[in-house]
């Protein structure tokens, strides 16, 4: 069994191992940062309907300016819940390195962002096709995948419904490749953050541990009264 082994490492081209690690490199990424992704696409899912449902309040109380203010304080909170998730990750990164079981990587956190926003630039891209390309199947599909994009982005509809020389700007095809940026972007900084351990702000506490207190004498203060008095009588 050994020799087997042997004889395929042996025979492997320089390609076939990079292919080979690179796939192994992918599994380990995947296997210890899935869980964050889905808890990124979870925030944005949650706060996109908070925020689309303050847009048609604002929509139905026909106030723009409210509008806007709303989208922008929805924005807000999905960038702070975004900052948060992302320096827990690269502080915990820092604790692995620390002991020697990762190496650093700046940019993990952005690509934890890119991947939970996958469904994002899909939804971009086949907008993108339906816009150029006068295909019936590409426009059926551009227009449930601009409905999704809406849906998944709601936080951003107040501001998308202002117009621009008199075009809504949700109608541009290249605005659905900004809308995860700003994600992207707190996320890589956010993760940097916690992998240098920089607060940044007093949401993160750091927890000392308790004083280690001996069983055999819990109160050893009382004992040293007791021995000062004893020497001084």
């Given at each position: 069994m050994v020799a087997f082994f042997s004889d395929i490492r042996y025979n492997m081209t320089n390609t076939d191992r990079a292919v080979f690690f690179e796939r192994f490199e992918m599994k380990k990424f995947f296997a210890r940062y899935?869980?964050?992704?889905?808890?990124?696409?979870?925030?944005?899912?949650?706060?996109?309907?908070?925020?689309?449902?303050?847009?048609?309040?604002?929509?139905?109380?026909?106030?723009?300016?409210?509008?806007?203010?709303?989208?922008?304080?929805?924005?807000?909170?999905?960038?702070?819940?975004?900052?948060?998730?992302?320096?827990?990750i690269?502080?915990?990164?820092?604790?692995?390195?620390?002991v020697g079981?990762?190496?650093?990587?700046?940019?993990?956190?952005?690509?934890?962002?890119?991947?939970?926003?996958?469904?994002?630039?899909?939804?971009?891209?086949?907008?993108?096709?339906?816009?150029?390309?006068?295909?019936e199947i590409l426009s059926s599909i551009g227009g449930i995948c601009s409905f999704l994009a809406l849906t998944l982005e709601g936080m951003y509809t107040g501001l998308l419904t202002n117009s621009v020389a008199g075009v809504q700007l949700n109608s541009h095809?290249?605005?659905?490749?900004?809308?995860?940026?700003?994600a992207v972007l707190m996320s890589w900084v956010a993760y940097y953050l916690g992998l240098r351990d920089v607060k940044g702000?007093?949401?993160?506490?750091?927890?000392?541990?308790?004083?280690?207190?001996?069983?055999?004498?819990?109160?050893?203060?009382?004992?040293?009264?007791?021995?000062s008095d004893e020497g001084s009588n």
């Open positions: 899935s869980y964050d992704m889905v808890k990124m696409f979870l925030n944005q899912f949650a706060i996109a309907i908070f925020g689309f449902t303050l847009t048609l309040a604002s929509g139905l109380a026909e106030n723009p300016m409210l509008r806007n203010v709303t989208s922008i304080a929805a924005i807000a909170f999905y960038l702070f819940l975004l900052y948060t998730v992302a320096w827990d690269g502080y915990k990164d820092k604790v692995s390195c620390d079981a990762g190496k650093h990587n700046p940019h993990m956190g952005a690509l934890v962002s890119l991947c939970a926003n996958l469904p994002n630039f899909l939804f971009a891209v086949f907008i993108t096709l339906a816009t150029f390309f006068n295909v095809w290249f605005i659905y490749f900004l809308l995860p940026l700003p702000t007093s949401f993160f506490r750091q927890v000392k541990p308790a004083k280690h207190i001996s069983t055999a004498n819990p109160h050893p203060h009382i004992d040293d009264d007791r021995g």
